[in-house]
């Protein structure tokens, strides 16, 4: 254990150096750039209060903080999942040149997704004060679903990244299981819809829902950590971990030859 910290700190350089490559090259030859991270959740929102609160009836002036708690949340998971399973590839030309440990490329991915989605949380923060969201002391628990999606994102780009280098068509599949995902995370419709229907279990098997069920009690409920969820979740994320760095440690000799 001592020999992996001691390798990751030589190299934290160029891990922020690379964070920072992802982060410029996001927001390119874009004349709004790093704005951008709060503008567009800000017209989702808006876009999916109006179609999902204002024409579905829902009369929740909180709708709004339901709806962005749940992109938020979503929209890191997404980007950072499909940054992570591309990173190996993308950094082919610096793998065949110079050693670096290779797990250094998905984990500056997941960061630099990160970085920016915490810019964005700034949205969040307005519209709560907007909407007088009551601040309480469960609010800074927030901070728990917070860690969890990032480790919970790194397993799955750390496994999606080691598949990825040996079945290209991963990227389309991927894009599709992330439909389902957030259709089952319930973003922008009411959970009560869904268990009047019978199929509220599509939900306990998201470990993704179990995050964005907690960081909505913490944020608006004023409620503590529910502890299902926070099992779920915390269970998932610690199993991810583990197959997807076992899988890329397998493999990673193995990367070369095919990318």
């Given at each position: 254990?001592?020999?992996?910290?001691q390798?990751?700190l030589?190299?934290?350089?160029?891990?922020?150096?690379?964070?920072?490559?992802?982060?410029?090259?996001?927001?390119?030859?874009?004349y709004?750039?790093?704005?951008w991270?709060?503008?567009?959740?800000?017209?989702?929102?808006?876009?999916?209060?109006?179609?999902?609160?204002?024409?579905f009836?829902?009369?929740?002036?909180?709708f709004?903080?339901y709806?962005?708690?749940?992109r938020?949340?979503?929209?890191?998971?997404?980007?950072?999942t499909?940054?992570?399973?591309?990173?190996?590839r993308?950094?082919?030309?610096?793998?065949?040149?110079?050693?670096?440990?290779?797990?250094?490329?998905?984990?500056?991915?997941?960061?630099?997704?990160?970085?920016?989605f915490?810019?964005?949380?700034?949205v969040?923060?307005?519209?709560?004060?907007?909407?007088?969201?009551p601040?309480?002391?469960?609010?800074?628990l927030?901070?728990?679903?917070?860690?969890i999606?990032?480790?919970?994102?790194?397993?799955?780009?750390?496994?999606?990244?080691?598949?990825?280098v040996?079945?290209?068509d991963l990227?389309?599949l991927?894009?599709?299981?992330?439909?389902?995902?957030?259709?089952?995370s319930?973003?922008?419709?009411?959970?009560?819809?869904?268990?009047?229907?019978?199929?509220?279990?599509?939900?306990?098997?998201n470990?993704?829902y179990?995050?964005?069920?907690?960081?909505?009690?913490?944020?608006?409920d004023?409620?503590p950590?529910?502890p299902?969820?926070?099992?779920?979740?915390?269970?998932?994320?610690?199993?991810?971990?583990?197959?997807?760095?076992?899988?890329?440690?397998?493999?990673?000799?193995?990367?070369i030859?095919?990318i």
């Open positions: 254990m001592k020999q992996y910290i390798n990751f030589k190299y934290r350089h160029l891990l922020i150096e690379l964070v920072k490559k992802d982060i410029k090259l996001k927001y390119r030859k874009s709004l750039g790093i704005l991270t709060l503008i567009e959740p800000l017209m989702t929102m808006i876009v999916l209060t109006i179609v999902f609160g204002t024409l009836g829902n009369k929740d002036k909180q709004p903080v709806v962005l708690t749940g938020l949340l979503y929209s890191f998971f997404s980007t950072s499909k940054a992570a399973m591309k990173s190996i993308a950094n082919s030309g610096m793998i065949k040149k110079v050693y670096v440990p290779k797990y250094i490329y998905p984990l500056s991915s997941t960061l630099s997704s990160y970085v920016t915490l810019i964005s949380l700034i969040l923060v307005g519209v709560a004060v907007v909407l007088k969201v601040f309480t002391k469960y609010t800074l927030a901070i728990v679903p917070l860690v999606v990032l480790f919970m994102s790194y397993g799955v780009g750390m496994l999606l990244a080691t598949m990825a040996f079945f290209r990227e389309y991927w894009n599709v299981v992330l439909m389902m995902v957030m259709y089952t319930a973003i922008f419709y009411p959970v009560e819809r869904l268990v009047k229907t019978g199929f509220s279990w599509i939900l306990n098997i470990p993704l179990s995050v964005i069920v907690n960081f909505r009690n913490c944020i608006i004023g409620k950590l529910d299902t969820a926070l099992t779920i979740s915390v269970g998932f994320t610690i199993v991810i971990l583990i197959v997807g760095m076992v899988a890329f440690y397998k493999k990673q000799d193995k990367f030859l095919s």
